[in-house]
């Protein structure tokens, strides 16, 4: 199946969506507005990944399996090497936020800095690290944003390649683009 714009109606109604993108390409937020349209269950992996001290739960894997087990859901797309083909091999619809690197630069620092300024609570008791760290920290965020920006576009490349007809891929680009499809599928007229 060809990759899908703002504008090809859905050949299905979505029942296991995933949001691919980097950090801070707005996949949460897209996720949430797809699981309100057509009231799927949703879950934030990154919920499930951080324990306490951002230490990864042992129970994760297990806890998504379980979610992705259901008939319906939406989720993001992420933790591959924590999760395998557990959530692309279960997935119908992916929803791809292939933004450029300047506006998700843009909203993962703005993001990062409003969390930090507000002392924002995380998950499961974390906040984000003190600023000084996007110069010590090879993981942080923002850096983390920058250097993987292009990865999404590989493992949706993989994922028609092993699935081809069995997942429709919508890719987006730009808040524009997001902004027009969320209402579309709210109006109902993607599904047409």
Same mark, same amino acid.
């Given at each position: 199946?060809? $990759? $899908?714009?703002?504008?090809?109606?859905?050949? /299905?109604v979505?029942?296991r969506?995933? !949001?691919?993108g980097t *950090?801070? #390409?707005? +996949? =949460?937020t897209? *996720?949430?507005?797809?699981?309100a349209?057509?009231?799927l269950?949703?879950?934030?992996?990154d919920?499930?990944?951080?324990? #306490?001290?951002?230490?990864?739960r042992?129970?994760? #894997?297990?806890e998504?399996?379980?979610? !992705? #087990?259901?008939p *319906?859901?939406?989720?993001e797309?992420?933790?591959?090497?924590?999760?395998?083909?557990?959530?692309w091999?279960?997935?119908? =619809? !992916?929803v /791809?936020?292939?933004?450029?690197?300047?506006? !998700?630069? /843009?909203?993962?620092t703005?993001?990062?800095?409003?969390?930090? /300024?507000?002392r924002e609570?995380?998950?499961?008791?974390?906040?984000?690290?003190?600023?000084?760290?996007?110069?010590t920290?090879? &993981?942080?965020?923002i850096?983390?944003?920058?250097r993987?920006?292009? +990865?999404?576009g590989?493992?949706?490349?993989?994922?028609? &390649?092993?699935?081809g007809?069995?997942?429709?891929?919508?890719?987006?680009?730009?808040?524009? %683009?997001?902004? %027009?499809w969320?209402?579309?599928l709210?109006?109902? *007229?993607?599904l047409g």
């Amino acid at each position: 199946m060809p $990759l $899908l714009t703002v504008a090809d109606p859905l050949p /299905w109604v979505p029942r296991r969506v995933l !949001v691919t993108g980097t *950090s801070g #390409a707005g +996949k =949460t937020t897209l *996720s949430t507005y797809i699981a309100a349209a057509l009231g799927l269950p949703r879950v934030e992996l990154d919920a499930l990944h951080h324990g #306490a001290d951002w230490q990864p739960r042992p129970t994760f #894997a297990d806890e998504v399996a379980a979610f !992705v #087990a259901q008939p *319906s859901w939406v989720t993001e797309w992420q933790y591959t090497d924590k999760l395998g083909d557990l959530l692309w091999g279960r997935a119908d =619809t !992916v929803v /791809w936020l292939d933004h450029p690197r300047r506006l !998700v630069m /843009w909203q993962v620092t703005g993001r990062t800095l409003r969390r930090r /300024w507000r002392r924002e609570q995380l998950w499961n008791g974390n906040t984000e690290p003190p600023l000084h760290t996007l110069l010590t920290d090879p &993981e942080h965020v923002i850096r983390w944003a920058w250097r993987t920006h292009g +990865k999404p576009g590989g493992r949706v490349a993989a994922l028609l &390649e092993a699935r081809g007809e069995q997942v429709a891929v919508v890719r987006l680009c730009g808040r524009a %683009q997001v902004r %027009q499809w969320v209402h579309r599928l709210r109006e109902g *007229s993607l599904l047409g």
